[in-house]
């Protein structure tokens, strides 16, 4: 029998359609991608679980996206909120949480030299691309097919046909103005950088990118690909950006950067730093931090920017991470979960593969390797999506989205991942009966 929410999920998704378009806030909740609506409705989260408003109970993997490195409500996180709630959620001015979390990022994230929070990882992005074009003078933002950096307009372009082609818009209402200064080209692909910077590395304001891309999927970067395109993007004058709004605190106490031993002149922050509650950062390069306003004429701002209940989770999460310092734990775990998952499937005749970096992987619902994202789309769509519902079915909530990764946090245990893999035995069973 075909599974199906519970009632009150469906009754409450019903209730979201009529005023919220699609019944989402945000496109990726949606379960359209995955056999349709309704999306599960949550009632709270747990440490490593969900539960439901129908009061089903599901081990979770999403971690919102990204920023839940501690798992749900971490009661460190939670207690420092309610510590402070009662000063007022918001002042308009400058406060000491705010600076204690740009003095700990700082600190910890190598080649920050000063830091401007935003709202958003959005923003974040948004900004750092309107700094290195201010710093530069420059027109034109490289960046690379599959990532996504936000849903600011010119983030909203695809590849174009070639190296040095512009891109098209992936959504309505961005004008040819914007479209006409963003290129998008293959991720992990020197060669095609090359030529493209060769050509109108003149014009480059930038090159975007993340340093281990978590929105294709996790694709890793190729050896020396990175350092190459640091090189390469110095020769041309323009300013390396790394987007680690995922990737920071996720891998170890710092940026994913410093692990690959390549640091960007300019850093896109948010997700973890933000400790579940909004917040994004952008900053790098003193000289090239000296442009933003009310010190220089790059123009940004925000009315939330620096709220203080964000500050104190930030700083609550980074003070988790940094004393018990989880990160080889969840890396182990993730790994029994890929090495298990791997068997399984052969055992099931299923063909996958999966990346794994740390504590976040995925699973491609094909055989050959991913680097990119023509790659990662070869990832079957319709397998995926039984796989999402048959996990589902069995309490392990998976994103929604065969281009999302698997989040292992710090609140997993082996029992969880023992679950889990019952949970994947039976429904790869299932897929192969077809
Ligand atoms: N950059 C990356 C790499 C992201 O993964 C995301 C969000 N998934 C963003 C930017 C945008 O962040 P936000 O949703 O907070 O605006």
């Not at 946090?409 to 069973?429: P, V």
Request: net charge negative; proline share 5%.
């Amino acid at each position: 029998m075909a599974y199906e929410v519970g009632e009150k999920s469906q009754a409450w998704f019903e209730r979201a359609t009529r005023v919220i378009p699609g019944g989402v806030n945000s496109p990726a909740r949606s379960f359209r991608a995955v056999g349709g609506d309704p999306p599960v409705v949550m009632a709270r989260g747990m440490g490593p679980y969900f539960e439901d408003v129908d009061g089903r109970r599901y081990i979770d993997y999403l971690a919102a996206f990204g920023p839940l490195v501690l798992g749900h409500a971490n009661s460190h996180v939670v207690q420092a909120i309610k510590d402070h709630v009662d000063e007022g959620t918001l002042w308009g001015t400058p406060a000491p949480k705010e600076i204690e979390l740009a003095e700990t990022l700082v600190a910890s994230i190598e080649g920050l030299e000063q830091v401007r929070f935003t709202s958003t990882g959005t923003e974040a992005v948004m900004s750092a691309i309107r700094l290195a074009r201010a710093f530069t003078g420059r027109p034109v933002v490289v960046k690379f097919e599959g990532a996504y950096h936000g849903h600011s307009d010119g983030m909203l372009v695809k590849a174009g046909s070639g190296a040095s082609t512009v891109g098209t818009q992936d959504s309505l209402g961005v004008p040819w103005g914007v479209v006409k200064d963003v290129i998008s080209l293959p991720y992990n692909d020197i060669a095609i950088l090359e030529e493209t910077l060769a050509k109108i590395g003149d014009q480059v304001a930038c090159v975007l990118a993340e340093p281990i891309v978590g929105n294709m999927g996790i694709v890793p970067p190729k050896d020396g690909y990175l350092q190459q395109m640091k090189e390469l993007t110095h020769k041309a004058g323009a300013l390396l950006i790394f987007d680690e709004v995922i990737t920071a605190y996720r891998f170890h106490y710092g940026s994913a950067a410093s692990l690959l031993g390549v640091i960007p002149d300019l850093y896109a922050l948010g997700k973890i730093i933000g400790g579940g509650l909004p917040a994004g950062a952008y900053g790098g390069r003193y000289d090239v931090m000296q442009y933003v306003s009310p010190l220089g004429g790059m123009f940004q701002a925000g009315t939330l920017a620096g709220n203080p209940l964000s500050s104190v989770a930030g700083l609550a999460t980074l003070e988790v991470l940094q004393r018990e310092d989880p990160y080889q734990r969840m890396a182990e775990l993730a790994k029994i979960l890929e090495e298990n998952i791997l068997e399984i499937a052969q055992e099931f005749d299923q063909p996958i593969t999966i990346n794994r970096v740390g504590s976040a992987f995925t699973v491609f619902f094909q055989e050959n390797p991913v680097y990119d994202y023509t790659t990662a789309k070869m990832s079957d769509p319709v397998k995926f999506a039984r796989f999402h519902r048959l996990m589902l079915e069995r309490g392990i909530y998976l994103a929604p989205s065969r281009f999302e990764a698997w989040f292992v946090s710090a609140a997993h245990t082996r029992q969880e991942i023992d679950k889990t893999l019952e949970a994947c035995r039976e429904s790869f069973r299932e897929l192969s009966r077809g």
